[in-house]
């Protein structure tokens, strides 16, 4: 009834565009399959750490060549700065004490990077010599803190809401370098929900409206 | 050509047997199918814990009814006693600090319970008012401990090599009690069988044979 261009062509294309969809959404459903399968994250980090030069992961290359008198190499420092500079969204930070140079660095040029940093800690640490919490506040970073005679003992990082940091290191260069330590890098949700919602309430309960240090 | 009961009987036994066989032997496989794929266990507790009463746990009923005055219930540390009590056949323990009354006694059961106790400490806070260490060691529980000038700062708990209890909690009073810390429960291999290394590593390095104290 038709000629037979007009009778064949569009058949022809429309059967190739469902075999082309149709081979589109398989690799699409296999992909969504893999990432879903994509096993969690587990890894354990011993330290102390030997030195290392970790200028390059921190954005510091200095004239080239590297005037960093540490050897390269990987170490559970370089590893634990790895993990955390992978955040991209979102970087939650509950330390008792923090004062290592390499990691107040790896948290200031993420904040630089438009990751939104929150820092919880401790008020009876935060101001020892040597403590980076001055400076990370000085950068514009959001830092809340306790008022409790009770120590904030926790020592954890979540990165972009899905991968926890924790442990028993604090953030010190003796803990990194001197101590007997380790670090869980952890992706199931049956820890990194928990810790998440520990973090909300203690940030709830350390907003300064509460203090009363003051009273009326 | 044989008599009906002695053609007949036998095969029926069999027959009888063979169903009873394959039934038992189905139900092994499935048991065994459940216990591969019972979940591991993946608990988080967060401290301070409020005072609860932990004497029933511990074996210390006393006198009917409990004179204990703390009340009755769930908390933070009954679930962290619960646990360690589930130890049948070993326990390695490796804590920077140890002065809980109530761990202490529930480490001290286990090993009257026959359980083989391991642990492993940091001399400077060994021998502190309140520690258990001594009592432990009295108890005969092998204790072995740094000579290192930094600390031996984990404060983590292997259950019958297959349980891992670890995170930023001192088994202190004043951590249960008045700070904020967390502990984890694992089950999975990729952080139960690394913390295990880390253990006998440090138990071999810890030797008293290799102690310097005396130099020669």
Redesign the interface.
Known sequence: MWPGRLATLPWRWAGGMALALGLVLLAARGWRRRRRRRAPR???L?F?SPLTCTAALLGEPGPAPCLCPLPPGDSPLGRLLRRLLSARRSLELCL?AFSSPQLGRAVQLLHRRGVRVRLLTDADYMALPGSQIGRLRQAGIQVRH?Q?????????AIVDKKMLI????NWTT??I??????V?IVE?A??VE??LA?FER?WEEYNPANYIFFPK
Chains 1, 2 share one sequence.
């Open positions: 587990r890894e354990v011993f102390p008792f306790d409790e005679s009770g120590y904030m003992h926790h020592k954890f924790t442990g028993s290191l003796q803990a370098q001197n101590n007997r330590e380790n869980l199931d049956e820890y928990p810790f520990e203690i």
